[in-house]
């Protein structure tokens, strides 16, 4: 950790050496242009205004704003087990790991070892951008794009101020801040910033399941992050970046506490001249613990049941794409990338009088290698077309189990998993044509798409309440395969509309799976009567298939932006699952944000819907649907300083975020106010 705060602070002086430079190279901090191709697919961007103005200053939250997007859990990353911050698109979900790749300037932000996202980590007023390609498979972008993509760009130097602060007081004693600096000099920019956040947290179980052993959930988080982008030669640019993070939460019981550490390094050479390329090179460093409960019928008594002390786990990997210059009518995407993952959970479990009797150790490697190249042609005005390809070689490796007894001192049982490997080729293609005056695009695409399991999900046991998750080492990678079609019009400059229909086919799904009979015995011995017993399989199939709506329109000071999603998705299975829907799958969701912008007041109040889904596999307990309302007012007093307020789930609405045990149900974060302050930015021209 030592090694990356050296890092992260000379990241920040970076700008400083950028003085020497020659002053007249200008650099942009971005990565190569979006290509043509893109028009085929379906896009949403969430632009900085939309990034500073959600009422929680949560990501997950304004990624909320494209419908469709879920994570495995609807409570947020202060409230929710970190596990289960997964996220997914068009109802590929299933478990808690990312079926959609997120990438922070082109890398990949998902952890090593589990393939969840730490949300937290990130303070969208460092960002510029966010594009979400719903579908579209892996193409130039990797393996783990089954749902599609998010990528997550920094703020660039001429969207920064010299210094911005920020700060909240919120309900349940919460406290909010963020705080940063940032220079543009010698042709280069460079930015360092700060955010804290904790609060005492509310009790998750509803009121009417709740007994003596429920208590508050409190957090406490911190980020610190520096980037620093300079000319280097001609028209290339090198992109430095650092991220620490701490996260620290618990479950609302006791013995459930929760901690993230992460710290993560990367450098992109990125050149714009006739021959673009982009050169990458990263390295993430992940630590988490936490402790599990069971907890009794009259939830009167906690008694301890895990104690995962540590999961260590190492992400590497690289990127290079080169585009040679092909002429007016024709883009070239050529490249490789590759990402190596090491981890494992250190553990202890089967406690007895309050002490443990066994520990566990469990983990591995996994490595990936392609290459891929992708073309994107306009032969005519207002026909785009575009194609690729990619080939991936993967490994999983040195996958091991050992558990020992604390009574016997040797070990128990220890078992290696023999290596697997195997070749993968996936591939898109999608065609744009905008007849007539270009008022309309029509647009329609076919892709191919895989995901190779995690550790975690290989090697992972894990506990939420008292229902307990059982991995397996011998999971097959998930496929995808799916097409879709849409329409984008813009009648008038400030109006867009967007429909798009799509169907997947996600085949060995990794799923959840209940285990009843004498099977539930061996896999989960010892599991309290009202508990379930999972493990992790391939499903034969998810088909998914559905509609996107999504609109924006801007009428002088008024401002709207609307998405909805419709999304039957089904499990095909050899099992009496067959024909269900996948666990925390809604079928409809829905988001739309009014705002008023003037030079005295900033207001906007955004309105949510997710639909009914179910907790589990089985399809038998129903999370309810919800409406929620979330409303900021920015009012400037000077032209640097203003008073904020937000609301975050103003009518306070029972948002149901699960469902254990004997129907005990958990709920997502209630009516949180905040009153606060900003600095140096007050956002939208307010």
Known sequence: MRRFALLLAATGAMPAFAQSLPPEIIVTGASLPQPAGDAAYDVATIDRDRLQGVASGRLEDVLRDVAGFAQFRRSDSRSAQPTSQGATLRGLGGNASSRALVTLDGVPFTDPFGGWLSFDAIDPERLGLVRVTRGGGTGAFGPGALAGTIELSSAGPNQLPPVWADAAYGSRNSVDAHAGVSSTMGGGYGF??????????????????????????????????????????????????????????????????????????????????????????????????????????????????????????????GRIEVRPPTGEHIQLRIGADTRYVTGETDELYQYVAGAPSNHREAGGHELTVGGFAEASAE????????????????????????????ATGPLASSRQYPD??????????????????????????????????????????????????????????????????????????NLHLAATGFVNRLDDAIGNVTITGAGRATLCPGLAAIGRCLQRQNLNAVNSKG????????????????????????????????????????????????????????????????????EDDQNTETLKGAVTLDATALVPV?????????????????????????????????????????????????
């Open 379 to 406: 032969p005519i005005d207002g026909l785009t077309l575009t194609a690729g390809g990619r080939i991936d070689r993967w490994r999983i490796m040195d996958g091991f189990l050992h558990q020992s007894s604390f």
């Open 192 to 317: 360092l910033s700060a955010s804290y956040a904790r609060g005492d947290g509310f009790v998750p179980i509803i009121k009417q399941d709740r007994g003596p052993v429920d208590e508050p959930a409190p957090y406490r988080q911190f980020s610190l992050s520096g980037r620093a982008v300079f000319p280097v030669w001609g028209s290339s640019e090198l992109q430095a970046s650092g991220l620490l993070f701490t996260d620290h939460r618990t479950r609302g019981t006791p013995f459930q506490p929760n901690d993230t550490k992460g710290a993560d390094a990367s450098l992109r050479l990125v050149g714009h001249g006739p021959w673009g390329y982009e050169a990458l090179a990263y390295i993430q460093m992940r630590g988490f613990s936490a402790g599990f409960a069971s907890i009794d019928a009259a939830r009167d008594t906690a008694t301890q049941t895990l104690d995962q002390y540590s999961v260590p786990s190492t992400g590497l990997g």
């Open 547 to 614: 509609v996107e709506l999504d609109a924006r329109l801007t009428l002088g000071a008024w401002r709207l932006s609307a998405s909805y999603a419709y999304t039957d998705a089904h499990v095909r299975s050899d099992t009496p699952i067959d024909g269900l829907r996948p666990a925390q799958t809604a079928k409809h969701s829905a988001s739309a944000t009014l705002g008023w912008v003037q030079r005295f007041a900033d207001i906007s109040a955004t309105l949510r819907y997710i639909g009914p889904q179910f």
């Open 420 to 493: 697997r490997s195997g070749w993968r080729p996936t591939g898109r293609g999608g065609i744009a044509w905008k007849p007539g005056d270009g008022a309309v695009t029509l647009r329609g695409a076919a892709y191919l798409g895989w995901r190779l399991p995690t550790l975690n999900e290989l090697y992972r046991p894990f506990r939420v309440g008292n229902d307990s998750t059982v991995a397996n080492a011998t999971l097959s990678p998930e496929r995808l395969k799916g097409v879709d079609a849409g329409v984008d019009f813009d009648p008038l400059p």
């Open 638 to 686: 000077t032209h640097d300083f203003a008073i904020e307020l937000r609301g975050e789930n103003v009518t306070n609405t029972r948002v149901e975020a699960g469902i254990s045990g004997a129907d005990i149900i958990e709920r997502a974060t209630p009516r949180t106010l905040w009153v606060g302050f900003r600095f140096g930015e007050t956002r939208k021209g307010a």
